[in-house]
């Protein structure tokens, strides 16, 4: 009897579940059930040839420096790679240092990037604000409509960046018709895959060239530690992603990435529990008397319904209520809450409530906010794994006070 010639021996055979639980792992010679923890800084070789071949790439799989190369990071990388069909990753302590190098890593001086103006404020300040000190022009759009993301391509532009769906007004941008657009003009494809998470959307198939994660949401969902993810080909992540880090230091310490590996575990059975709560909370406040609107994507009443269903599989664990009476009744409804938190983080295992025009898009303008659907009235629900009807009746409290 023997596994060598089980087929399940492929970790890509596997389904999504289990390569969570052992996609990627790397046993040392005390054969531990659990990832190793390699808190070490540095490594020693067997000889200065051995170093000097590893310095020049020659020696595969070996580490010189854990500012760029790390088992246990190593791990984590290579299971977040399997989740996403991607064929390599580069983790960074941050889901921010992870755009920030996604974006800053693809374009030199005398570059244009295009992005959808919907974007998190962090996202935003990198495209409008921090690549132009850079010499790099940025152009955004409304991300809704595909061709204008075509009448925006400059013959410089190197970049196209979006979310979808968007933080915090869950809009969607055509990942497939946006790609075509980029890769027609020479461009490179670059989606914040968080909100949709790795098991409903996959950008890559869909056309994208990188696909970046903040960690610390969903991935580690718990609320312990921070953590971003660049994910894509061989090419763009062990040359320009790469070098970017290596020379940058974003670095994701090896603590971080096994806490991260921990939470991939349960990151399947979590994420889906969390939407089936999603789908039940979105439903149970339609049409209240006190909200305008209830935005979930996989709402028939979205307006990007259809566009919903054709890219993402669920309609994932967030969604947004913009509640009548502006900013004082988004207030009474989120002062009322006893078991969901008021926090601006999200894709967590407790319930997570913001008011993003005072808090993850306080920086923006009136205008700017406006004009992207961030309204006064408007609050973004991340539902965590707490019973269905508690969370239900604990809004429906809140509802009241308004």
Not at 136 to 160: C, H, I, Y
Not at 205 to 229: F, P
Not at 359 to 365: F, I, K, Q, S
Request: glycine share 8%; with cysteine.
């Amino acid at each position: 009897m023997t596994k060598t010639n089980n087929p399940l021996n492929d970790p890509k055979k596997l389904s999504a579940a289990t390569q969570m639980v052992h996609g990627g792992g790397m046993r040392s010679g005390f054969n531990e059930t659990s990832e190793a923890l390699f808190l070490n800084s540095g490594y020693s070789y067997p000889s200065s040839e051995h170093a000097e071949l590893l310095f020049q790439g020659k020696i595969a799989g070996g580490h010189n420096y854990s500012r760029f190369s790390n088992p246990t990071v190593d791990m984590f990388e290579d299971r977040m790679a399997l989740l996403e069909g991607a064929e390599a990753g580069k983790a960074f302590a941050s889901g921010m240092s992870a755009v920030t190098n996604a974006v800053m890593s693809q374009v030199r001086a005398g570059d244009h990037i295009v992005a959808s103006q919907a974007l998190f404020g962090g996202c935003r300040y990198v495209v409008e604000d921090f690549a132009p000190r850079f010499g790099v022009a940025s152009t955004l759009v409304d991300g809704r409509d595909s061709e204008n993301f075509a009448r925006a391509m400059q013959p410089n532009t190197k970049l196209v960046f979006i979310e979808t769906p968007t933080n915090p007004t869950l809009e969607l941008v055509d990942i497939r018709a946006v790609a075509d657009i980029a890769h027609a003009h020479g461009a490179k494809l670059i989606v914040d895959n968080v909100f949709s998470t790795a098991l409903f959307q996959k950008p890559l198939e869909l056309g994208a060239d990188l696909v970046t994660y903040s960690a610390t949401k969903h991935i580690d969902g718990q609320g312990r530690v921070l953590g971003g993810i660049v994910l894509g080909s061989k090419e763009l992540i062990e040359g320009d992603v790469h070098t970017f880090l290596r020379q940058t230091g974003a670095t994701l310490s090896a603590f971080n990435a096994w806490v991260l590996l921990k939470g991939l575990e349960t990151y399947a059975l979590r994420v889906e529990r969390m939407t089936d709560t999603a789908e039940k909370v979105a439903a149970a406040l339609s049409g209240h008397p006190k909200i305008e609107r209830v935005i979930y994507p996989h709402d028939p009443n979205h307006p990007q319904y259809e566009l919903a269903k054709r890219q993402m599989t669920r309609g994932s664990t967030l969604l947004a209520i913009d509640v009548k009476n502006g900013q004082e009744g988004a207030f009474a409804l989120s002062d009322s809450l006893a078991v969901i938190l008021i926090s601006n983080n999200l894709g967590d295992a407790k319930s997570l409530i913001t008011h993003p025009r005072t808090t993850t898009h306080a920086r923006l303008t009136e205008e700017v906010r406006l004009e992207t659907g961030v309204t006064p009235g408007l609050l973004r629900l991340s539902v965590g794994l707490e019973d269905p009807d508690d969370l239900i009746a604990d809004l429906m409290y809140g509802l009241d006070q308004v």
